[in-house]
């Protein structure tokens, strides 16, 4: 079945470093993919997304390539902030299911300090 | 404009106890989801509504878990009796549409409930 796999966390660095966040997913055809930002005390919400291979995906200094070759959308940004501690979920949308579920990672917690 | 709200937003129960979590959608929305991670893990699909009707109900874990929504707005998620393994964040979400990633297809998550049981 439709499975993803994030790196594991919690992942601390300090302000202006490089952060990535591995995803990998397994799926058949093409699904689209999603990062889904939580932070303390709020929702999920919807950080970017990709619908195609070689799509990249941004949104306030994040980016994720759709990359079809390694099953891959991992999640970048050149210069964290404080701001930015959250836990980040990688999803990808069920194309074996007419209702759009989504499938996602475990999660990887991100702790950025000043 | 509200987006998803979730109510209560932490709720501890003894096991064996009911409890029933609600979800208010964004008004308009037709399709209602209910997620749950448990324990720091991955956040499964529990069950998608379109308008009242169960579309899917592949993730509902047993039957100890009835999900209602009746009028195609608000939904209830309740459990009853609850057992320890339920404990996790029970997560609602709602869209216009459903499938894929244009506009109105995106899924817009509300805070979600903390179930403790003890």
């Known amino acids: 079945g439709n499975s993803v796999t994030q790196m594991e966390g919690p992942v601390t660095l300090s302000e202006e470093a490089f952060l990535t966040i591995n995803c990998t997913y397994t799926?058949?055809?093409?699904?689209?993919l999603f990062w889904y930002v939580q932070y303390p005390g709020e929702g999920l919400q919807l950080l970017l997304k990709?619908?195609?291979?070689?799509d990249k995906g941004s949104n306030k200094g994040f980016e994720a390539t759709y990359r079809k070759e390694t099953t891959s959308f991992h999640l970048e940004k050149g210069s964290v902030q404080v701001s930015d501690s959250a836990v980040y979920f990688c999803?990808?949308?069920?194309?074996?299911?007419?209702?759009?579920?989504?499938?996602f990672g475990q999660g990887t917690e991100l702790s950025v300090k000043p | 404009e509200a987006g998803v709200t979730q109510f209560p937003s932490h709720s501890v129960i003894e096991k064996g106890q009911t409890v029933t979590l609600r979800c208010d959608p964004i008004s308009g929305h037709d399709n209602l989801y209910w997620y749950r991670r448990v324990m720091g893990k991955e956040i499964k699909f529990l069950l998608h509504f379109v308008k009242e009707s169960k579309q899917d109900e592949s993730g509902m874990p047993n039957n100890r878990f009835l999900a209602e929504r009746t009028g195609g707005t608000y939904s209830t998620l309740k459990v009853q009796p609850a057992e320890l393994e339920d404990s996790g964040v029970y997560f609602c979400?709602?869209?216009?549409?459903?499938?894929?990633?244009?506009?109105?297809?995106?899924?817009?998550f509300g805070a979600g409930t903390r179930l403790s049981v003890l």
């Open positions: 990709a619908t195609k291979a070689d």
């Open positions: 799926a058949t055809g093409y699904p689209s």
């Open positions: 999803a990808l949308s069920d194309l074996d299911n007419q209702g759009g579920k989504l499938i």
């Open positions: 979400a709602s869209s216009q549409g459903a499938g894929g990633s244009t506009a109105k297809n995106i899924q817009y």
